[in-house]
Every structure is written in structure tokens, then in C-alpha cells.
């Protein structure tokens, strides 16, 4: 059984032109730069070049930084300037909703439908940036409290950190980078960006916009190719380094350069529970709704589904209904459900995976097929507890549904594996919800709905190898600045 396929010919002609192209390929020291070195950008629908950018060198990001880093001392540039700026991208982005969905299916793997809510989104998430500020303003410090603070008079405030380095992953090209450049830019800093190189078009673009809006020339720098990520972040002026991304690109961060902060989201092996009381149907819908959004390339997507036995089947069957109805093709059809993944290899990856997986047990329910960077909807059963699919995350259209028949069981498996970002749980019982809110060890539990739900005001991370600290909009301000205090001793005249 497989979903509907309308897979793109392959003699199709090259996928229309993304509708800009960036003033230079990178940008650095307060000016567009265009570098000797080249990194071409590629539709991973149909591996059309679609455009180009600088591939920064480790001199390049060398200049970058420091420059980043005596701008951090020399610009004046005070919050209410800082609000009005990213107020004013958020107007720009509306204005440019249509090249930015373009854009971002262009040169990604999401489809039309799914670029446009990003855009909506990253709007949304610069109004929160402004909103959030007053975190910023900090308050008074009770010296009062012990005899030692006798005459003192004080207060904190809270400063920006200095220099940040924010790296992004392809998945979210706008609004991971609108979630690292508008608390950054909010608090303060200076920020050298460093894009997914499969998707930098439009974090260039995004720059555009803010330089436009006012955001200060030389308060930002974005530096693509592969190369500049580990020169950034072993750079010994960068102060804090915010990565999206995979464990093992984060163990090699915490590696690198000298000790200071890290903000890190890592993802999740993200598991849903359904009750016995549950709804098999709304569940099913759920799932596959939240496993299969961006080809399954989401840190919240749906990767494990544990069902009450006595109403195991009935939801199983329920999900395969609504994954094989489910259409796969291009991700320029507004009819697409599910477009490609963002390169070849890494659908050869996941059709592998699965594969290795039937091999030693697991049970291909639907899906499973891989043709180019297309991979269908997946549901499994019958995984081995130890496979990699059971305890790592799959990035990609993968599902696996398993009955249980105690909670204590369910609660196991969710907790089994070494990540912990987000769980869905579905019962009408409010006494079970609650404890089962309580047991799960990870960042956010979604009573009545799946793993893959936020708004942006969450302070979003999870336990484990899910991340380090917490992104959303609020707690990045907080993250990406410190307190700093301010006491005076004042003598008693009388």
C-alpha cells in the first residue's frame, strides 16, 4: 500500500527562478561581499541551480567577527529603535510574503502551502521580539534585606552578551532565522549568521529586510558554505554560539573555541500516548498531521505512537488510511501533502533505515518507497526496542505505531530514549493527563494533540540531548543577555 505519488518528470524543464537573487553572497563588515570561492544552490525537487553564494572562507569569518566585535563596542543604537526596526521587517516580510514563499520552496523542501504559514509566521515572531523586550528592563534589589546592605540603593538591568553566532538548519530557512536574528538584535548584540548551506537564498533575503528596516550596517554578518561554521565557532571573539540542529554537530561545537555560553536545540525522538478513552479517529488524524508536515523534517514531528491494545487496531488502521491518502509530488502543487526530502542522499537515508529496520522485525505497514528525494508517508509496527528508529530521530516520513497495555509501560517507552523535547498524550481523563504530564520527562507535554505544536511566547527545548537552554522569543532575550548591576553607598546626612 503507498500513498498517492505524482512524482515530477524527469525530463521536467528547470524549476521557474527563485525571483531574487542576493546583492553579493555574503555579508560582512557593514557591506554586500561577493568572495572568489562559489556555493551553488540547488531545488532538491529536481537539482536545478537556482542560485549562488559566497562560500566563506575561514579568513573571511576571521574578518567578519571582528569587525562584529568592535562594532559591539562602538554602536549606539537604544531599544526603541531596536523595536521600531523589527516592527518595520515585520511590515517588509508582508510585503514581500510572495518572494519569501518562493523562496523558501524554491531553493527548500517545503511545500507552497507550508512556506506560506512560515512567512506568516516569522511575522508573528518579530512582534513578539518587540512585545518581549521589557525583559530587558530588569528591577531594584532589596539590600534592605540584610543588615550588610545598610545605605545601599541599587538595581540590575539586563545587557546584551556581545557577539553571538547563530547557525541554522534548511528546515525552517526564515523562521529559525527570524527565531536567532530578532532576540539577538532585540538585546543588543551583534549576530554573524551562518545559514544551512542548502537553503542560505533566503536568510539573505531576510538580512535584506533588516537592513532596510534599520537594523545598523554593521551589526550583522552572514557567512555561508561549510567551512564557516567551525571557523565561527572556534573563534575566540564570539560570545555565544545558538545552533539548531543535530547531536553530533552540537558535540563538536561544545569541542570548539573557548568555554562560554551555548544555546542548543537538538530535537527529539518525539512520542504521542493514546489512552484507552482516546478518540481513534481525532488521534489518527493528529499523527499523521504531525508526522509527516516538511516530509517529516521537523524537531517535532511525530516519530513514535503508543496505543491502548483495546483500541490498538482500530487506530492503527486509521492512521494507514489517512497516510496513504496522503499525495507526494512537487512541492509547487498546492494539492501536495508531502514534498521531497532536502537532498537525494538523505532520502536514500531514511528508505534505508526503513529497510534495515523490516529486516530485523519491524512490519511495513504503508509507505517505504523512495523515488529521487521522494520518500512516502511511513507507518511502522513491530520495531525492535534497540533500532535505531525506535530510539533516534529519523528526520524524515516516518511513523511507528506499538500497543501498550499499563501506563507505567507507556511512560517507560517515552522516557527510554536520550532525547526529550515534546509528547502528546490523548484521554479525556484530566487525573490521568496530569500525571502523565508529570511523568514524561520532556520540555513540553500537549494534552489532547500531538508532539508538533508551539506558539512562539513557549520557552521551547526539551531535557536530555534535546538541547541546552531555551529558545522562544522571551526566554532567547533572557538567554542572549546578562544582568548587570548597578548599587550605590550612600552616606546618612541626618
Known amino acids: 500500500m503507498t500513498a498517492t505519488q505524482t512524482w515530477p518528470d524527469d525530463g521536467r524543464a528547470a524549476a521557474e527562478a527563485v525571483g531574487w537573487s542576493p546583492p553579493g553572497g555574503a555579508y560582512y563588515e557593514g557591506q554586500w561581499q561577493s568572495g572568489s570561492r562559489r556555493l551553488l544552490v540547488r531545488d532538491p525537487e529536481d537539482d536545478t541551480v537556482v542560485g549562488e553564494v559566497v562560500d566563506a572562507t575561514a579568513a573571511d569569518v576571521d574578518r567578519a567577527v571582528r569587525h562584529l566585535s568592535r562594532s559591539f563596542q562602538a554602536i549606539r543604537w537604544p531599544l526603541w529603535q531596536r523595536r521600531a526596526a523589527l516592527a518595520r521587517a515585520a511590515d517588509l516580510l508582508g510585503e514581500r510574503a510572495a518572494q519569501f514563499i518562493r523562496l523558501i520552496s524554491t531553493e527548500g523542501c517545503k511545500t507552497v502551502t507550508e512556506a506560506t504559514a512560515e512567512v506568516e509566521r516569522a511575522r508573528e515572531v518579530l512582534g513578539l521580539c518587540g512585545q518581549s523586550s521589557t525583559a530587558l528592563m530588569g528591577r531594584s534589589l532589596p539590600f534592605e534585606d540584610t543588615p550588610r546592605g545598610t545605605g545601599w540603593r541599587g538595581w540590575y538591568r539586563r545587557k546584551p552578551v556581545g557577539v553571538v553566532a547563530a547557525i541554522t538548519p534548511f528546515n525552517d530557512p526564515l523562521n529559525l532565522v527570524v527565531h536567532k536574528l530578532g532576540p539577538a538584535l532585540v538585546a543588543g548584540n551583534t549576530v554573524a549568521l551562518k545559514p544551512a548551506p542548502t537553503t542560505p537564498l533566503t536568510a539573505l533575503a531576510f538580512v535584506e529586510v533588516l537592513l532596510e528596516s534599520g537594523v545598523p550596517a554593521d551589526a550583522l554578518a552572514v ?93 492503527l488502521a486509521e492512521i494507514a488510511r489517512r497516510t496513504e491518502s496522503l499525495v ?11 514534498g521531497p526530502m532536502i537532498t537525494v542522499a538523505e532520502a536514500e537515508r531514511v528508505a534505508g533505515e526503513v529497510q534495515r529496520a523490516v529486516a530485523v522485525g519491524a512490519t511495513l505497514v504503508t509507505g517505504g518507497s523512495r523515488s529521487g528525494p521522494f520518500v512516502t508517508p511511513t507507518v511502522l509496527t513491530d520495531v525492535p526496542r534497540n533500532d535505531p528508529i525506535w530510539t533516534d530521530e529519523i528526520f524524515g516520513p516516518v511513523v511507528v505505531v506499538s500497543p501498550f497495555d499499563a501506563l507505567e509501560e507507556a511512560v517507560a517507552a517515552v522516557n527510554e530514549v536520550d532525547t526529550g523535547l515534546q509528547a502528546g498524550v490523548f484521554t479525556a481523563d484530566i487525573d490521568v493527563a496530569m500525571e502523565l504530564a508529570d511523568l514524561l520527562r520532556v520540555g513540553a507535554v500537549m494534552i489532547n494533540s500531538t508532539s508538533d505544536f508551539r506558539i512562539d511566547a513557549m520557552p521551547f527545548g526539551g531535557f536530555k540531548r534535546s538541547g541546552i537552554g531555551r529558545e522562544g522569543v522571551e526566554s532567547s532575550i533572557l538567554a542572549l543577555s546578562e544582568p548587570k548591576i548597578v548599587a550605590i553607598k550612600t552616606r546618612q546626612s541626618f
Open 223 to 315: 557567512l555561508c558554505g561549510f567551512e564557516a561554521g567551525p571557523a565561527l565557532v572556534g573563534h575566540p571573539l564570539v560570545d555565544v554560539v545558538s545552533f539548531t540542529g543535530g547531536t553530533a554537530t552540537a558535540d563538536r561545537i561544545a569541542s570548539s573555541g573557548p568555554a562560554r555560553k551555548l544555546l542548543m536545540e537538538l530535537g527529539g525522538n518525539n512520542a504521542v500516548i493514546v489512552c484507552a478513552d482516546a478518540d481513534p479517529v481525532e488521534t489518527a488524524e493528529s499523527v499523521v498531521d504531525g508526522a509527516f508536515g516538511v516530509a517529516g523534517q521537523n524537531c517535532l514531528s511525530v516519530q513514535r505512537v503508543l496505543v491502548h491494545r483495546s483500541i490498538y487496531h482500530s487506530t
Open 328 to 338: 507526494v509530488g512537487s512541492k509547487r502543487s498546492p494539492e501536495t501533502d508531502v
